[in-house]
T-cell receptor, first 112, second 113 residues
């Protein structure tokens, strides 16, 4: 049974649409992350949070935004999707003081 | 800029052989390293980690070796099985307790029966 839930797993949308990728966890971890990964490529950190009301941008510039109102949820939003946003988005969590990330199954986004 | 990379993008081995996957890093301040396995269509899974005050760590069928002198990290898988076929990523923490990991490009391991 998964402890990190990402929805939707697959999404195909048209240019200009607003989308929100959901990530929720039952592990009680303070730290949550969003990584972007193109097929066969490395993971790039786009957002992270160390707790409620804490969000930071990652190393890779992204037009997406995130929020952390509750410990369990870390949604990612694209206000106006473009084909360049086509990618896989991976959510991860970790307890404070450790570097071991626990990943969700990912959300694969295709923007036409 | 600082980077983490892998020497070989693909590795093909016979079932039962030992596999060695290599990783080079350039940030001398990195204090923590971790290996992940990613199967097709899934998120990465933790394999093993090592801190910079160690040079070797063993798990079940896996060993990670760290050579800080040449900034090199390797993952050894003993008696490789078809279920080990996946992409393997190394990642580093560039220092500090925040653990913002930088991932390498990945190596595709294919195990032939």
């Amino acid at each position: 049974e998964a402890d990190i839930y990402q929805t939707p797993r697959y999404l195909v949308i048209g240019t200009g649409k607003k989308i929100t990728l959901e990530c929720s966890q039952t592990m009680g971890h303070d730290k949550m992350y969003w990584y972007q990964q193109d097929p066969g490529m490395e993971l790039h950190l786009i957002h992270y949070s160390y707790g409620v009301n804490s969000t930071e941008k990652g190393d890779l510039s992204s037009e997406s935004t995130v929020s952390r109102i509750r410990t369990e949820h870390f949604p990612l939003t694209l206000e106006s999707a473009r084909p360049s946003h086509t990618s896989q988005y991976l959510c991860a969590t970790a307890p404070l003081g450790t570097g071991e990330l626990f990943f969700g199954e990912g959300s694969r986004l295709t923007v036409l | 800029g600082e980077s983490v990379g892998l020497h070989l993008p693909t590795l093909s081995v016979q079932e039962g052989d030992n596999s060695i996957i290599n990783c080079a890093y350039s940030n001398s301040a990195s204090d923590y390293f971790i290996w992940y396995k990613q199967e097709s269509g899934k998120g990465p899974q933790f394999i093993i980690d090592i801190r910079s005050n160690m040079d070797k760590r063993q798990g079940q069928r896996v060993t990670v070796l760290l050579n800080k002198t040449v900034k090199h990290l390797s993952l050894q898988i003993a008696a490789t099985q078809p279920g080990d076929s996946a992409v393997y990523f190394c990642a580093e923490n560039g220092g500090g307790s925040n653990y913002k990991l930088t991932f390498g490009k990945g190596t595709l391991l294919t195990v032939n029966p």
